[in-house]
């Protein structure tokens, strides 16, 4: 099937914003979500966002949604240090009967003080 | 509220030796997954169960990988004979709702094959 596609890697200093691009696979996605995997931890699910939204903001996160380009990013205002992690872009596809999520390969955000 | 669990947390065997994983959900979560993570990519799906029935195992290599979740609560991932390239970590996750996307992750099983 369609991978979805992340850039695999992004440095930033301690204070700065971070902005993690995806772009997904199935435009009929009702949701997308960003997960988070720290160093030896399962994922955890940080945000999500509906599809027929544009942007959704929740503290220092905003996620912003571009159906038609099929585009979803996710901003980490302030990035501190402990934001240093995996982020992984997910959508259930209606291909996946079950509603399995699929998952990006994650991008590698490193945080440098 | 207890989280996932999965043992063990880490494995290595030879290429052709067998391996089991297991993986207690959280309670009361119907549906169960289990997803292969390799190093640098994202998890792929390899079987989705809903209480003692399979969901979604399409993408499970079914020559060497079963999985069971016979009375709908624990769950057991076996790869028989192992392959060099089913090095990876293996993710259980759980949730009540699968329709609204929140996996909730054990802290996986990491596999080297050697």
């Known amino acids: 099937g369609e991978d979805v596609e992340q850039s695999l890697f992004l440095s930033v200093r301690e204070g700065d914003s971070s902005v993690i691009n995806c772009t997904y696979t199935?435009?009929?996605?009702?949701?997308l979500y960003w997960y988070k995997q720290e160093p030896g931890a399962g994922l955890q699910l940080l945000t999500y966002i509906f599809s027929n939204m544009d942007m959704k903001q929740d503290q220092r996160l905003t996620v912003l949604l571009n159906k038609k380009d099929k585009h979803l990013s996710l901003r980490i205002a302030d990035t501190q240090t402990g934001d240093s992690a995996i982020y992984f872009c997910?959508?259930?596809?209606?291909?996946?009967?079950?509603?399995?999520?699929?998952f990006g390969k994650g991008t590698s955000l490193l945080v440098t003080p | 509220e207890a989280g996932v669990a999965q043992s063990p947390r880490y494995k290595i065997i030879e290429k052709r030796q067998s391996v089991a994983f297991w993986c207690n959900p959280i309670s009361g979560h119907a549906t169960l997954y289990w997803y292969q993570q390799i190093l640098g990519q994202g998890p792929k799906l390899l079987i989705q169960?809903?209480?003692?029935?399979?969901?979604?195992d399409s993408q499970l290599p079914k020559d060497r990988f079963s999985a069971e979740r016979l009375k709908g609560v624990d769950s057991t991932l076996k790869i028989q004979p192992a392959k060099l390239e089913d090095s990876a970590v293996y993710l259980c996750?759980?949730?009540?709702?699968?329709?609204?996307?929140?996996?909730?992750f054990g802290e996986g099983s990491r596999l080297t094959v050697l």
């Open positions: 169960f809903q209480n003692n029935g399979v969901v979604d």
């Open positions: 199935d435009s009929s996605s009702t949701y």
């Open positions: 997910a959508e259930i596809p209606n291909s996946n009967s079950g509603y399995a999520l699929n």
């Open positions: 996750a759980s949730t009540p709702r699968p329709g609204d996307g929140e996996l909730f």
